[in-house]
């Protein structure tokens, strides 16, 4: 079956690194996604992996995959306040549903 | 070019009434997604529908639940005979689904509170 599984909370301060942690079951996923939310907020994405990859880097983001422990990361650099949401990280097969892991909520301190 | 729209972005019914929730994916897309958010939850898949069919309805409730696209128009999520369970965020997404190209938009949502 589908799990996609995450930490509930990470507290971090203004201007230090945040990874946010992910595991998911499915090894036919092709697609993993982080998706932030605000609160009473729809999604919003921040980006995404295909699976053939090991790492992407997009401005302060990155997202490292590690396929054979099925293990997906999202680093933050120079959180910000503004960076203060839950994140969902999301794993999908072609053009499929995605499959949600609980949601991290991250507190970012000033 | 506009975002996924849904709407009401609030919605409140009383026990027993129906509830119907409308999306307009984003220009060129032709597939639409529906999820429900519980509180303090993640989202969890419930319908995959293209124009006009329904693709995958797994993640449906059996009983009370449907969800059309029409060929024209919004796609509905209706909730018949609504009960206090059903409160949650529920939120459409729409993808294009060309070939990498396949990434969900998602709508603000729209939250239901049954009375």
């Known amino acids: 079956g589908e799990d996609v599984e995450q930490s509930l909370f990470l507290s971090v301060r203004e201007g230090d690194s945040s990874v946010i942690n992910c595991t998911y079951t499915d090894s036919s996923s092709t697609y993993l996604y982080w998706y932030k939310q605000e609160p009473g907020a729809g999604l919003q994405l921040l980006t995404y992996?295909?699976?053939?990859?090991d790492m992407k880097q997009d401005q302060r983001l990155t997202v490292l995959l590690n396929k054979k422990d099925k293990h997906l990361s999202l680093r933050i650099a120079d959180t910000q306040t503004g960076d203060s949401a839950i994140y969902f990280c999301a794993e999908s097969r072609a053009g499929n549903k995605l499959t949600f892991g609980g949601g991290t909520r991250v507190l970012v301190k000033p | 070019n506009a975002g996924v729209m849904q709407n009401p972005r609030h919605l409140v019914r009383r026990r027993g009434q129906e509830a119907r929730l409308r999306c307009s994916p984003m220009?060129?897309?032709?597939?639409v997604y529906w999820y429900r958010q519980l509180p303090e939850e993640g989202l969890k898949f419930m319908v995959y529908?293209?124009?006009?069919?329904?693709?995958?309805e797994s993640g449906m409730p059996k009983e009370r639940f449907s969800a059309e696209f029409p060929k024209e128009g919004p796609s509905i999520l209706r909730i018949q005979q609504v009960v206090r369970g059903d409160s949650a965020a529920y939120f459409c997404?729409?993808?294009?689904?060309?070939?990498?190209?396949?990434?969900?938009?998602f709508g603000p949502g729209t939250r239901l509170l049954v009375l």
């Open positions: 220009k060129g897309h032709s597939h």
């Open positions: 997404a729409s993808s294009a689904y060309r070939a990498r190209e396949e990434t969900q938009y």
């Open positions: 529908l293209q124009k006009e069919n329904i693709i995958d």
């Open positions: 992996i295909f699976s053939n990859m």
